[in-house]
């Protein structure tokens, strides 16, 4: 559904993707002696060297190293056997196009080379499996076929890796939060950022000043290209009077050119970990940036106190004149500018102005479209007894076709009743006006339209 979308807009779901993912409907329909992958026999998950910094994947929490109880579920003994298939395993995969930046994959099918994807640097790899990636606050990741469930041959093990799978991604943001964090606003203007950081190593004490920490910088919208390396730059230690009190504090200046949504990522030296924050960069908007007042500026922008002429008294401008602010130039003439402080002088040179007044003379003409006159006429109590009783008939003869007979006679009955009470009421009114028979070209045309998408619905549902 992701490669075949139908006209859906699915690229805030394929962002939470760290793979690229294929159309397997039109994968491996090449069929020669090269395409090898049999369905019908389970094959293993290779898992690789980034899998001991996921506890996760240990399924035997008996067993030692971080993949334990897999080869217990893989192998009949327990014990790879080389050049043998295995009892157990995984039986499809689901092909990728190429990994996300910043993704680490985890376990690889471990299927035959027909199986393989050509990673970024050209070789063709096995395809991988399950892939982690940082996303926002937390972590994704990425599972290659919905065949997991075949655990729960052994005890435990279904339930014990999707628990332990489910805390880890949920944990995502508290887990880096203990290896320090980026200090960092939400938004910013594009231009000179500074960022500065307060890292801790692997035994939660503060970072080495000699660590030599890394910050990368890459954009992460939508407009992003995925294929683009991070922009790097060297975190400087910040200076101390007295070494004992270091706490791992770093900064850097990095230069954004462009607006969008842009990730910044310190690995922490040592360990697979790392502290990030996301900042959304915008154009630069002086009014915004700056928020200080300038009243120099504020003073050359007023109206000079002239433009007020005789529409204030002389004592009334005297009093103004000595409110308004005062520039540092003396020579400067007095303008129209006030301080919060003396913000109530204005009122003083407000001057009530009489509303202007239009009228519109001769009569009101109707200026919707009179379409087609046909000189023809209907009486209104003809058309009130009438109607109800073809409607009735209408209706009637749908819900029949429907197999709704009950429905259809009440419709009918009350159509009917609804006609035989417009048809008596006449012994109690006069006579009923005359109705043209007139049809508008623009109400044709909407009803016309309508109906026409309202077929085209109803039709589009049957095929």
Not at 67 to 77: I, M, Q, R, S, V
Request: proline share 8%; hydrophobic share 40%; net charge positive.
């Amino acid at each position: 559904m992701l490669k075949r979308p139908g006209g859906l807009d699915l690229s805030s779901l394929i962002s939470l993707f760290p793979v690229m993912p294929k159309d397997s409907r039109l994968h491996g329909l090449k069929i020669d002696a090269e395409f090898s992958h049999d369905s019908s026999r389970p094959y293993v998950l290779n898992f690789t060297p980034a899998a001991k910094d996921f506890d996760f994947l240990k399924l035997d929490e008996k067993g030692d190293g971080p993949t334990a109880g897999w080869d217990t579920f893989f192998w009949a003994g327990g014990t790879p056997e080389p050049g043998k298939n295995p009892r157990r395993g995984i039986f499809n995969y689901y092909p990728i196009e190429k990994l996300k930046p910043g993704s680490r994959v985890i376990a690889t099918f471990g299927g035959p080379k027909s199986t393989y994807f050509e990673d970024s640097d050209g070789k063709f790899k096995e395809t991988p499996f399950i892939v982690m990636m940082p996303f926002g606050g937390g972590k994704t990741v990425y599972i290659g076929a919905g065949e997991l469930w075949r655990l729960r041959v052994r005890e435990g093990y279904q339930e014990r890796f999707w628990l332990k799978l489910a805390r880890y991604v949920a944990a995502g943001a508290t887990m880096q939060k203990k290896f320090g964090q980026l200090y960092t606003p939400r938004q910013a203007p594009v231009g000179t950022f500074n960022v500065e950081a307060k890292l801790r190593d692997a035994r939660q004490e503060p970072l080495a000043s000699d660590s030599h920490p890394e910050l990368q910088v890459r954009r992460i919208d939508k407009d992003a290209a995925e294929d683009a390396k991070p922009d790097r730059y060297e975190l400087k230690p910040r200076a101390v009077d007295d070494p004992r009190e270091w706490e791992g504090n770093f900064s850097t200046v990095t230069k954004i050119k462009e607006p969008g949504k842009y990730e910044f990522k310190v690995p922490i030296p040592g360990t697979a970990e790392f502290v990030r924050s996301e900042v959304v960069f915008r154009k630069p908007d002086p009014e915004k940036d700056n928020v200080r007042n300038n009243f120099d500026y504020l003073y050359q922008v007023a109206s000079e106190l002239k433009v007020l002429g005789n529409t204030i008294s002389p004592e009334v401008r005297k009093d103004v004149q000595a409110k308004v602010y005062t520039p540092s130039d003396p020579k400067a003439p007095p303008r129209l500018m006030f301080t919060l402080s003396t913000a109530d002088e204005i009122t003083k040179c407000l001057r009530q102005v009489e509303p202007k007044r239009e009228k519109i003379k001769g009569p009101l003409f109707d200026l919707w479209d009179k379409g087609y006159e046909s000189g023809l006429h209907i009486n209104a109590y003809d058309l009130s007894w009438g109607a109800p009783l073809v409607l009735g008939v209408l209706g009637f003869g749908i819900l029949m076709f429907l197999g709704q007979k009950l429905f259809a006679a009440l419709f009918l009955a009350g159509a009917w009743f609804v006609g035989l009470l417009v048809a008596a009421s006449r012994l109690l009114t006069g006579p009923w006006p005359d109705l043209p028979i007139d049809f508008a070209f623009v109400l044709v045309s909407v009803v016309f339209l309508l109906s026409l998408e309202w077929l085209t619905r109803k039709l589009l549902k049957l095929a």
